[in-house]
Antibody, heavy 118, light 107 residues
Framework: QVQLQESGPGLVKPSETLSLTCTVSGGSISSYYWSWIRQPAGKGLEWIGR???????NYNPSLKSRVTMSVDTSKNQFSLKLSSVTAADTAVYYCARASTAMASFDYWGQGTLVTVSS | VIWMTQSPSLLSASTGDRVTISCRMS??????LAWYQQKPGKAPELLIY???TLQSGVPSRFSGSGSGTDFTLTISCLQSEDFATYYCQQYYSFPRTFGQGTKVEIK
């Protein structure tokens, strides 16, 4: 059974960079598409972007200037960096898998809360 | 960007009821639509993909229909464990987008 686990600091200061890692277990990270999705408290879901195991990426235009994603197949991990954060970036951040380029998200991590505050 | 209008935002129902949730797209997406269920404090779970295909392990009381711009999620006989928030999501184009969510609460 594939499992995803997000990790990273739960508190980030304004203007700094949010960094999260998603570790995939129970299966290979290769040949799948890996996304980051976030959800502010009490609100809906926002897709941040995705990375393929080749390293190719697609980002949400609303965040593109601040987002960088990377993948480390040797560790079965992929990562998110979001720069110049503000309080508006406070949310639960999820990692998720899509099995093909045009597929829904069939596996999700449990989510990790990141709070932006000084 | 494909905008999604999900309705209603809140649905009050009783156990045993048949409920339907609608999702309308700002442009056609063929059948590249998924439905998710989310319970408080948990990650969303995939219920239906390709508009009408039930994800493995999902009870058959859930069904999806539609194509193009109009889609529906139906729960044929609401169970206690179905009280949750439901989201539609398109994966036809970038950025991937989600509906605003429908909270199904106990009447």
């Amino acid at each position: 059974q594939v499992q995803l686990q997000e990790s990273g600091p739960g508190l980030v200061k304004p203007s700094e960079t949010l960094s999260l890692t998603c570790t995939v277990s129970g299966g290979s990270i290769s040949s799948y598409y890996w996304s980051w999705i976030r959800q502010p408290a009490g609100k809906g879901l926002e897709w941040i972007g995705r990375i393929y195991t080749s390293g190719s990426t697609n980002y949400n235009p609303s965040l593109k200037s601040r987002v960088t994603m990377s993948v480390d197949t040797s560790k079965n991990q992929f990562s998110l960096k979001l720069s110049s954060v503000t309080a508006a970036d406070t949310a639960v951040y999820y990692c998720a898998r899509a099995s093909t380029a045009m597929a829904s998200f069939d596996y999700w991590g449990q989510g990790t809360l990141v709070t932006v505050s000084s | 960007v494909i905008w999604m209008t999900q309705s209603p935002s809140l649905l009050s129902a009783s156990t045993g009821d048949r409920v339907t949730i609608s999702c309308r797209m700002s442009q056609g997406i063929s059948s590249y639509l998924a439905w998710y269920q989310q319970k408080p404090g948990k990650a969303p779970e995939l219920l239906i993909y390709a508009a009408s295909t039930l994800q493995s392990g999902v009870p058959s009381r859930f069904s999806g229909s539609g194509s193009g711009t109009d889609f529906t999620l139906t729960i044929s006989c609401l169970q206690s464990e179905d009280f949750a928030t439901y989201y539609c999501q398109q994966y036809y184009s970038f950025p991937r987008t989600f509906g605003q969510g429908t909270k199904v609460e106990i009447k």
